[in-house]
């Protein structure tokens, strides 16, 4: 109930121009050989840079490569970098983000190397926020399947009660049937692979995200099996019983998890599917710890086929708490395979890029908590290449006009000297904590809004350089 009065409070105080204002597409790459199966960080940076790896055959087999993209004004993506070459296939790639106190932030990508048509390695490799070249790929994992499945691997970092963690889950078939295997990365060193769940059933499309558990993180299993959604937690050094996210005729698949819970709010992540619950194929999502509020994500029909969906979270504040959820996904409403996504709190879908050209695998990266960029492979010159857009979703606060009019795009910058202008309001930093005395970084201002607006609060990101 909480959560569907939140919807409805997003939907008549917050006006958001979200429509179709995605700016781009830019295109990541171009020339010879296929480029696909994109992959960014799904997790919340409130650093100033993010990454994408994907899978090129441009030199004649599967190798991976990455960009790193900038906070800027516009696009801010960089030289393209390999993150893998050599004479065997490297394919599925996946990214995360990790801080290390020490190191700042790193990048933590993992895949499948080919070995035969029935085996792989799972394979990882690092590389910190700088122009820098990745670390040497290491094996962390071995896995078996049938020809024509891919183990998939996905990776993500999980701040928990074990404290902070780079997770890898992958799938894996054998005689024995389906399962979804894992292992863990503290301070360099990844653990022996081991067992999170099995099935007699096919399991698909396993993904990562930070779960909660009593109120703290924990890492968080979902995947499709049985034309079902399922998930499980790791707590207290265990995976809990695997449990229905779905259980119904429809058919359910392609899972995709939404994190957001080291923020001191109880909302939980988010998994969002594609479904046939309504005769056609459409999103669904669910919140909570148990994913018990499901609904339909995406407009109703005559919608086209709606499926492969990707999600970030993105910040909007109502009532002075956060309500957060983007999802993308492939569309053929119009006749083709075009990329469509949905604010929550806005009604209807918007087109990310709806080109000719054949349009898929979309997925998200947010950074600085503001700019949210979409990334997908299109087959519009007659290969695949990589492309993307973005936008900036960052609440009406950053969206209402200044004094001459204008609309504001962006956050406010204060220097060292203009810190002090805060005292009276209440900062907060990208965990929700309250801060006193803010070093240079990312925060968010909590104000009131004025004499017609008693008993309202009102979010403004700032950006603090000393």
């Not at 404290?163 to 024995?176: F, K, L, R, S």
Request: hydrophobic content about 35%; charged content about 20%.
């Amino acid at each position: 109930m909480r959560q569907g009065c939140l919807l409805l409070a997003a939907s008549c105080l917050l006006s958001v121009a979200f429509g179709q204002n995605w700016a781009g597409p830019f295109a990541l790459t171009q020339g010879a050989g296929d480029n696909t199966n994109p992959s960014a960080v799904r997790e919340w940076i409130d650093g100033t840079a993010t990454r994408l790896v994907w899978q090129s055959n441009r030199n004649g087999n599967w190798d991976v490569y990455s960009r790193l993209c900038r906070f800027r004004n516009g696009n801010g993506w960089e030289r393209e970098m390999l993150v893998c070459t050599d004479s065997g296939d490297d394919v599925t790639p996946a990214i995360a983000t990790h801080f290390e106190v020490m190191g700042g932030w790193i990048y933590w990508c993992v895949w499948e190397k080919y070995d035969s048509p029935s085996a792989g390695r799972i394979m990882a490799a690092s590389a910190d926020a700088y122009d820098t070249a990745w670390s040497a790929p290491v094996e962390i994992g071995r896995c078996l399947h049938t020809s024509g499945d891919s183990a998939r691997p996905f990776v993500m970092s999980i701040e928990h009660e074990d404290g902070d963690t780079v997770w890898a889950a992958w799938t894996e078939h054998d005689t024995d049937g389906w399962s979804i295997r894992y292992s863990y990365c503290t301070d360099g060193t990844w653990a022996a692979p081991a067992f999170a769940y099995t099935s007699a059933n096919p399991i698909r499309h396993a993904r990562l995200g930070r779960g909660l558990s009593v109120g703290a993180a924990c890492p968080l299993l979902v995947w499709e099996a049985g034309g079902d959604i399922w998930f499980g937690c790791y707590v207290s050094g265990a995976w809990t019983a695997a449990a229905a996210i779905t259980e119904s005729p429809a058919l359910d698949r392609n899972p995709d998890v939404i994190s957001l819970s080291t923020f001191p709010w109880d909302i939980g992540p988010a998994v969002v599917w594609e479904s046939t619950n309504d005769g056609d194929t459409a999103l669904y999502g669910a919140w909570g710890t148990d994913f018990d509020s499901v609904s339909r994500w995406c407009d109703e029909a005559p919608a086209g086929n709606n499926y492969a969906p990707g999600g970030t979270p993105t910040m909007y504040t109502v009532l002075g708490q956060p309500f957060w959820a983007l999802p993308v996904w492939t569309s053929d409403r119009t006749g083709n395979p075009d990329i469509y996504s949905r604010s929550l709190m806005w009604p209807g879908d918007a087109y990310v890029d709806n080109d000719p050209g054949v349009d898929i695998n979309p997925t998200l990266t947010t950074i600085g908590l503001t700019q949210n960029w979409c990334i997908w492979q299109s087959n519009r010159n007659g290969n695949w290449d990589i492309y993307a857009s973005y936008i900036y979703v960052t609440g009406v606060e950053e969206r209402m006009k200044d004094e001459g009019g204008r609309m504001n795009p962006g956050p406010t910058i204060l220097s060292g000297s203009s810190v002090h202008s805060l005292s009276s309001k209440v900062l907060f930093d990208a965990l929700g904590r309250r801060v006193l005395n803010p070093r240079s970084g990312v925060y968010f201002l909590r104000e009131g809004l004025g004499a017609r607006g008693q008993g309202l609060v009102r979010t403004r990101k700032v950006v603090i350089q000393r």
